[in-house]
């Protein structure tokens, strides 16, 4: 069948750059879901995007659809014929609906007796009319944070959409979107190309809009926005501090992937900490720094819409703006610097928290008496104790400062350059930088073991008062971002490696008796201990997936108890058994263990006493002796190596068991009619399930 390419493009008023790639991505999933529908085939769909388009391209489409004859039955033949063998209503009726005349039913037998039966040829139809069914319903179900209508308000998109190009090879398909009509104008760039761009195929496309000044390439996009701002960022004497999100935002903010280089007055760089600077730049500019041999130079680089500036305009505009913010940065920094950081810690008193938990004053001494125990069970000396507390206290001292206030994104880095500038201890600094880390899944974890042991302080608190309140995630809603700070503690505390989270939990809980409503909160926190245990140990999951784990052996590790959690052990654990897993060892272990736990769960039904190891005197037989033997032989030495947390040992010597638990279930029958014999073999079984299961819960793996 011959195929051809193909290519949608939805063009819109312009999209906020976190939007695109998702959408242009689920428009990617519609069009191969109708496709798909139709048995189409196809190659896999390349996604694009610029602030004013979602695309979809593909390579290879299969054209149309294959004739096909299809037998459709109708109503049974007694319905179908009268007794003198005339068509019936209801024959009439199945021929109508079918096109189709009433002299063309034939008779045809099925499992279920004997229908009226037509056959129906189903055209071919091209790929233009088979997308062409479901496309608008389809797109409008396209998801967005935010949408907008317009119009007579009867559609509902990200933007108004304004063109949409539907092409297959050289022809424009008979798709409709929003009232619009599938064309060949693509929108230009608003500068380079007003008229729009013709495109003549759908072969064609990229090229077509790449020589009228658009890159709808993100990935070519953003290499060629790098280059050029690597390049201007060369022409002021430095280099570019490169910054990968950052890159990717404003890639996804042009059409046309331009750069500028711009310059500010040097007494910012030598006035502002350079946290500063960059927030400034960053955060309200989208602008990159420049780095010099000595540290930042007095400039930046910003990406542009526009291959030139000759005029100067663009350049003057973005260098007066950056001005005027640094210029209100320094001015917070000077006044925040007439008072050292911990003079502020009273206003704490004054901020709220949250409404039901209190103030950040609060907040503060429940975390330093967390961390303090934290410490204490990690074994740091009285100097790191000493800087922890410290740390504790002036942590959130900034959310005071009118720096913070003015710039919300330097909360915590405030602080700890703030720290630095009255000639704390470099351990307090980083401590205090660090404490907000890890924000997200894959972000980096605080420096010092002080930081890590503060973030996580300061995440168990926020997990138990919001827990206690009632603020627990549910479904797609969690509105304090648990979540993230559930994630963030699992983390920290595999980085921490002796810390148990349960313990920790249980000393988070305790910190909320203080206080006017402190017994009352910390009663509605321990109704919610095991509401927050499971809450960890799912995160703990989420973990392990994102680590490669599969379902089963993230069960194996998740049921080996939940009376404590030491999650760099059990992450250990994973990975030795994902390293295990190849053997052919692993999987007569895991068949093993799962045949031994039902054994054992029946035997239990029926009210048979299961206890390792009892009644072993009646063991007779060859095979159940040898097998009792190995167990023996084998807990001491599966009992050193798990001690010394060397998993795949652990788990390469219980497949010393894989001979004589098979060569057992072979030639020995386990609920013999005489109760000892019973009694000895169940509780040989449970020996081995006892055993197998120390280092993972083997019977929870899928051979």
């Known amino acids: 069948m011959k195929t051809l390419p193909l290519v949608i493009e939805i063009g819109c008023e312009e999209i906020p750059a976190r939007m695109l790639p998702g959408a242009a991505a689920e428009l990617g999933t519609v069009v191969c879901a109708l496709l798909d529908r139709a048995e189409l085939a196809h190659d896999d769909p390349r996604p694009a995007w610029t602030p004013r388009r979602i695309a979809v391209s593909f390579a290879a489409v299969q054209g149309a659809t294959a004739e096909k004859e299809e037998l459709r039955l109708g109503p049974p033949a007694r319905a179908a014929w009268d007794g003198e063998g005339r068509p019936t209503r209801a024959a009439e009726g199945f021929a109508r609906k079918n096109g189709a005349r009433v002299e063309d039913l034939e008779r045809r037998t099925t499992e279920r007796g004997e229908y009226a039966a037509l056959k129906v040829v189903r055209p071919s139809r091209s790929v233009g009319q088979v997308l062409a069914d479901g496309f608008e319903e389809s ?145 309200h500019q989208k602008a990159f720094t420049i780095a010099g041999k000595e540290g930042r130079l007095p400039a930046f680089a910003v990406a542009v819409n526009m291959p030139t500036d000759p005029q100067g305009h663009i350049r003057r505009g973005h260098e007066w703006v950056i001005s005027g913010r640094l210029d209100d940065a320094l001015f917070f920094w000077n006044e925040d610097r007439r008072r050292p950081l911990a003079d502020r810690r009273d206003e704490l008193e004054g901020v709220v928290f949250h409404q039901k938990l209190g103030t950040y004053a609060a907040k503060v001494r429940r975390v330093a008496a967390l961390a303090a125990t934290l410490a204490e069970v990690l074994g740091f000396d009285a100097e790191q104790r000493e800087h922890l507390a410290l740390a504790a206290e002036l942590c959130r001292c900034d959310l005071v400062t009118g720096l913070v206030g003015e710039f919300p994104e330097l909360q915590g880095r405030a602080g700890g350059v703030m720290a630095r500038a009255d000639g704390l201890a470099e351990e307090v600094v980083a401590a205090i930088y660090d404490h907000y880390l890890p924000a997200g899944a894959t972000d980096d974890l605080p420096r010092t073991e002080e930081g890590l042991c503060l973030a996580l302080a300061d995440r168990l608190d926020t997990l138990v008062g919001g827990f206690a309140v009632g603020l627990a995630p549910t479904g797609s809603r969690d509105p304090f971002a648990l979540r993230r700070a559930g994630t963030a503690a699992v983390r920290l505390a595999e980085a921490l490696g002796a810390v148990d989270l349960i313990a920790a939990l249980d000393a988070a809980c305790a910190g909320y008796q203080g206080g006017d409503r402190g017994p009352e909160l910390a009663a509605a926190a321990a109704e919610q201990r095991a509401a927050l245990i499971d809450f960890l140990f799912d995160r703990l999951a989420v973990l392990a997936e994102r680590r490669g784990g599969r379902y089963d052996e993230i069960n194996a590790i998740t049921a080996l108890g939940r009376e404590g959690l030491l999650v760099a052990d059990r992450m250990a654990r994973l990975d030795a058994l994902r390293r295990f897993r190849g053997s052919d060892d692993f999987y007569a272990l895991a068949g093993a263990a799962k045949r031994v736990r039902n054994i054992l769960s029946q035997a239990r039904e029926k009210g048979e006493v299961v206890e390792a190891g009892a009644g072993a005197e009646a063991l007779a037989e060859p095979a159940e002796v040898e097998l009792s033997r190995r167990i023996g032989q084998l807990r001491q030495q599966v009992a050193a190596a798990a001690e010394a947390g060397d998993y795949r040992a652990a788990l390469e010597a219980l497949a010393g068991l894989r001979e004589p638990i098979d060569r057992f279930f072979d030639e020995i029958m386990v609920m013999d009619e005489d109760p000892s014999l019973r009694r000895a073999r169940l509780g040989l079984l449970a020996g081995f399930h006892e055993l197998g299961h120390s280092v993972v819960q083997l019977s929870e793996l899928v051979a």
């Open 139 to 283: 797109v409008a179900r396209i998801s967005f944070p935010k949408t907008m209508r317009w119009g007579e308000g009867r559609w509902t998109f990200v933007r108004p959409v304004h063109s949409l190009v539907a092409l297959a090879a050289e022809e424009v398909m008979p798709l409709e979107l929003f009232g619009i009509r599938a064309g060949r104008r693509s929108p230009g760039h608003r500068a380079l190309s007003t008229q729009g761009v013709e495109v003549p195929s759908a072969e064609v496309w990229n090229a077509a809009l790449v020589e009228a000044g658009i890159e709808p390439d993100p990935q070519r996009r953003r290499r060629r926005l790098l280059e050029a701002l690597r390049a201007v960022a060369a022409e002021q004497g430095g280099e570019l501090v490169e910054d990968e999100a950052l890159l990717a935002e404003v890639a996804d903010m042009v059409e046309l992937p331009s750069a500028l280089a711009g310059t500010f007055d040097r007494r910012f760089v030598e006035a502002l900490p350079v946290e500063v600077l960059e927030t400034c730049l960053r955060h």
